[in-house]
């Protein structure tokens, strides 16, 4: 039985779009198989790590969760911001980068999904300047909270990779840039970044950088970090994740950094995003954060690198074959994806179907990441190399 409530509840859900797109492929993939039990499906569309986890950090986690047995080394609940063992090693890391960092700038949490929703909470509302094709949690966080949202068109022209132009107001907005960039793999160079953060300086805007694909980056062109440009510390917060790098999709470990400089109406956003989290949040468990400690140490580097590259092994195949193919695409360099415009004017359900019925490989139609997403396809290399091969083979055939 339906039972009615009088409460008031959030109506700004109400406007956001049902996301249909995983739910959609897998529909029509179910429909194929029934049709065609025997087909060996490949799938190129997985955006999740494949790649089990190096025995380095894995150790580490195991012995962390025999401290918890010991009456010595037990802990109760983590420091909300994190342990400093672990910010002091994410601060290290960013020194390979020449970016100092202050510890409190630090803020652990449980992956930069969340930390991306949840740093709404301590804005008002605001002007948001959104990419469009997009990873849709930034449109939808936004919707949530009735905020004004105003899209950059990326395209074919500047190859994904909008810069702010005469077209935007010269006034305060919040700016979200993922580099490298889901869903398109592309990322912004050291000069076009900064044409970024002078924008954002120009308006008195901020930008959410999403750094979660940074240890995919193979050009020394391509900054890991917003605060590799001069003035980026000023109007930037910076999040990041160990899902990606270290194939923590399943454990949840990420951070966010809001430089302690940066002040609105008075007030340190570094305070606010503090007192937000003391609120709400009580820390990312002990065994998690000596696992991501383990990762940023440096045989945990080095294994970790040892995955990416065989990410990127199958991205450079899958890179080879569409150039061969003479097809236009974007990423496959510094990223796991690869945005591949869609041969013969299909649109990209069409070519998701083309995929299916003539190669059995699934991919992702490019129209769920935006209007501008349409007539692309994103294809990524979290699979096998056998079965990238595979794939590349009975695309041969057909492209
Ligand atoms: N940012 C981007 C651009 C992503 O593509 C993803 C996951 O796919 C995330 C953030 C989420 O990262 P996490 O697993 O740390 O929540």
């Known amino acids: 039985m339906v039972y009615i409530m009088k409460i008031n509840i959030n109506k700004n859900y109400l406007n956001l779009k049902e996301s249909y797109l995983f739910s959609d492929i897998n529909k029509k993939v179910k429909a194929y198989k029934e049709l065609n039990p025997n087909a060996d499906i490949i799938r190129l569309g997985i955006g999740d790590v494949t790649r089990p986890l190096p025995k380095v950090i894995s150790d580490a986690m195991s012995k962390a969760s025999l401290d918890m047995s010991e009456k010595d080394t037990f802990k109760g609940y983590p420091p909300e911001?994190?342990?400093d063992f672990l910010r002091e090693r994410i601060k290290s890391y960013y020194e390979r980068y020449n970016v100092s960092l202050n510890l409190n700038d630090i803020f652990v949490s449980d992956g930069a999904k969340s930390d991306i929703g949840n740093l709404l909470d301590i804005f008002g509302n605001n002007t948001i300047l959104i990419p469009d094709p997009v990873y849709p949690v930034y449109v939808d966080t936004n919707i949530m909270k009735n905020n004004n949202v105003i899209f950059?068109?990326?395209?074919?022209?500047?190859?994904?990779?909008?810069?702010p132009d005469d077209s935007l107001e010269n006034k305060p907005y919040i700016i979200y840039i993922c580099?490298?960039?889901n869903p398109t793999g592309a990322a912004y160079n050291y000069k076009e970044l900064a044409l970024w953060v002078s924008?954002?300086?120009k308006t008195g805007s901020l930008i959410i950088y999403d750094a979660a694909y940074e240890a995919f980056?193979?050009?020394s062109d391509i900054p890991h970090s917003i605060y590799e440009i001069e003035g980026g510390k000023d109007v930037a917060i910076e999040v990041c994740s160990f899902s990606k790098f270290a194939g923590f999709t399943g454990i949840r470990c990420g951070y966010t950094v809001v430089p302690s400089n940066i002040e609105v109406?008075?007030?340190?956003?570094?305070k606010l995003w503090g007192r937000?989290?003391?609120?709400?949040?009580?820390?990312?468990?002990y065994i998690t954060q000596a696992g991501a400690y383990a990762c940023l140490s440096d045989e945990g580097i080095l294994e970790c690198k040892k995955n990416l590259s065989y990410y990127m092994e199958n991205a450079k195949l899958l890179k080879d074959f569409f150039l061969e193919k003479g097809l236009w695409f974007t990423g496959g360099i510094s990223s796991p994806y690869i945005w591949l415009e869609c041969p013969n004017g299909m649109s990209s359900w069409e070519f998701f179907q083309f995929l299916l019925e003539k190669c059995n490989v699934v991919g992702t139609p490019g129209a769920g990441f935006g209007k501008n997403g349409e007539g692309f396809f994103r294809i990524t290399s979290f699979g096998t190399h056998e079965a990238t091969k595979e794939a590349i083979e009975r695309m041969k055939k057909v492209l």
């Open 81 to 83: 911001f994190g342990y």
């Open 179 to 181: 580099s490298p960039n």
């Open 152 to 163: 950059i068109n990326g395209n074919k022209e500047n190859k994904f990779l909008p810069l």
């Open 265 to 270: 109406d008075g007030v340190y956003l570094n």
């Open 276 to 285: 937000r989290q003391s609120t709400k949040f009580n820390g990312v468990s």
């Open 199 to 201: 924008f954002a300086k």
């Open 217 to 219: 980056i193979q050009s």
